[in-house]
């Protein structure tokens, strides 16, 4: 158990709708990072947030967007939602700083498996 | 920028035989390596990780992993497996901001 909450576990959606995933990061932890795992693939970087604020981004077009809160939990929104977007989203959380600090582990949450049909 | 690769996306191998799961990576600046395993139909777990320090890097459920260099690698193993280490695992390294990038995996199948 790594104290990283994520909701809903499963969500299926159809083309061209807008999802909102939720996760509560471990205690003492003020950084949230999002990655996206295709089937068969490793996990893809989506952006990270620090203290509320979007610290970097991979390559990910506007569509997926996100929020940290005061509390440090977080949320990923994906709009217009295309087949291509079914996946496993994994919210890690760390203790970071500005700018990232690439030594802090970062601990995993049990993802939440979208279906985009 | 950086990149990891995974060599082999499949491993068969008997309980308490001996692994090895290979991973490469490129980058031109000081690297933090980790390794995590996924359990099906669940999240990532930490096994070890490479910061500083000495090359060989003991983690959880006994295994272990070499940095090495000048050959730009670093591979997992376990001297012998068990049927519980059936999973998928993942090197990774990460970027100057603290997000990692991601192999594409390697599924280590163990058969009694």
């Known amino acids: 158990e790594t104290g990283v909450t994520q909701s809903p576990t499963h969500l299926i959606k159809t083309r061209g709708q807008q999802v909102t995933l939720r996760c509560s990061s471990q205690?003492?932890?003020?950084?949230v990072s999002w990655y996206q795992q295709a089937l068969g693939q490793g996990p893809q970087f989506i952006f990270q947030?620090?203290?509320?604020?979007?610290?970097g981004r991979g390559n990910f077009p506007p569509r997926f967007s996100g929020l940290q809160f005061p509390n440090y939990s977080s949320e990923l929104n994906v709009n217009a939602l295309e087949l291509d977007d079914s996946a496993l989203y994994l919210c890690?959380?760390?203790?970071?700083?500005?700018?990232?600090?690439?030594?802090?582990?970062?601990?995993f949450g049990a993802g939440t498996r979208l279906s985009v049909l | 920028a950086q990149s990891v690769t995974q060599l082999d996306s499949q491993v068969p191998v008997f309980e308490e035989a001996p692994v090895e799961l290979r991973c490469n990576y490129s980058?031109?600046?000081?690297?933090?390596l980790f390794w995590y395993v996924q359990y099906p139909n669940q999240g990532l777990q930490l096994l070890l990780k490479?910061?500083?320090?000495?090359?060989l890097v003991k983690g959880i459920n006994g295994f272990e992993a070499e940095f090495n260099k000048s050959q730009t690698s670093f591979h997992l193993r376990k001297p012998s497996v068990h049927i519980s280490d059936t999973a998928e695992y993942f090197c990774?390294?990460?970027?100057?901001?603290?997000?990692?990038?991601f192999g594409k995996g390697t599924k280590l199948s163990v058969k009694p």
């Open positions: 980058s031109s600046v000081s690297v933090y």
């Open positions: 890690a959380s760390s203790l970071g700083g500005q700018g990232g600090v690439a030594k802090n582990i970062q601990y």
């Open positions: 205690s003492g932890h003020n950084t």
């Open positions: 947030y620090y203290r509320e604020e979007e610290n």
């Open positions: 490479y910061l500083s320090g000495s090359t």
């Open positions: 990774a390294v990460a970027q100057g901001q603290g997000n990692l990038i």
